[in-house]
């Protein structure tokens, strides 16, 4: 069975600061994708990042970074230098990767980590 | 290129009724899936669709049930509506079932 867990509940900072959203995972599969996502308040879930198992290197994109350890099971977000506009409820999820076209490849997804960026 | 739609955008059904909610894909995809979100909890997996053929589901019961049309787009079924059936329901479509999940903004729904 597959479990995310996002044990932050709600996170406030202050424009401007850094912040990081932590996720663990649990998993059978050997092969799996991590993911972020954002929810703003009009409750559609947008795409933000998207990592394989088969690859840690860490990586940058413009203020969003985030750290893939696989020996620990963890996925964590940051965004640097918070912004108002990133005030939003942040999912993490996993998806399993199937070999067989029968497989569905539901995402499984955290509670979720509300994050208010005040001004 | 249009992207996820779903209709309605809100909801009131009593307990007992029976609701449908629509979702049209995004150009070119032939895979869609259903989640439920409760307040304040993560969307959970309904069941997928891929080529109008059931590709999967979760653990939900039989009276949710679901369709997909030749041109992709899909309802959600749910029959006997329970107040815990409140919920935001959110649609994601995508290239085939291993492609990168596109999701609409979702029907809020509200069983009185």
């Known amino acids: 069975a597959q479990k995310v867990t996002q044990a932050q509940t709600e996170i406030s900072v202050v424009e401007k600061e850094d912040v990081t959203l932590d996720c663990v995972y649990e998993?059978?599969?050997?092969?799996?994708?991590l993911f972020w996502y954002k929810q703003p308040p009009s409750g559609e879930l947008v795409f933000l990042i998207r990592?394989?198992?088969?690859?840690?290197q860490n990586e940058i994109s413009g203020r969003y970074s985030w750290n893939f350890q696989k020996s620990t099971s963890s996925f964590n977000f940051t965004i640097t230098a918070s912004q108002v506009v990133d005030s939003a409820v942040y999912f993490c999820?996993?998806?399993?990767?199937?070999?067989?076209?029968?497989?569905?490849?539901?995402?499984?997804f955290g509670k979720g980590t509300k994050l208010t960026v005040n001004p | 290129e249009t992207g996820v739609t779903q209709s309605p955008t809100h909801l009131i059904k009593t307990r007992g009724q029976q609701v449908t909610l629509r979702c049209s894909s995004q150009?070119?995809?032939?895979?869609v899936s259903w989640y439920q979100q409760a307040l304040g909890q993560g969307p959970q997996f309904i069941f997928q669709?891929?080529?109008?053929?059931?590709?999967g589901r979760g653990n939900f019961p039989p009276r949710f049930s679901g369709l997909q049309f030749p041109n992709y787009s899909s309802e959600l079924n749910v029959n006997a509506l329970e107040l815990d059936d409140s919920a935001l329901y959110l649609c994601?479509?995508?290239?085939?079932?291993?492609?990168?999940?596109?999701f609409g903004p979702g029907t809020r729904l509200t069983v009185l």
């Open positions: 994601a479509s995508s290239l085939s079932f291993r492609r990168k999940q596109f």
């Open positions: 998993t059978r599969d050997t092969t799996y994708y």
């Open positions: 990592r394989n198992s088969f690859d840690e």
């Open positions: 999820a996993l998806r399993p990767v199937t070999l067989t076209q029968g497989g569905s490849e539901k995402l499984v």
């Open positions: 150009s070119g995809h032939n895979t």
């Open positions: 669709y891929y080529r109008e053929e059931e590709n």
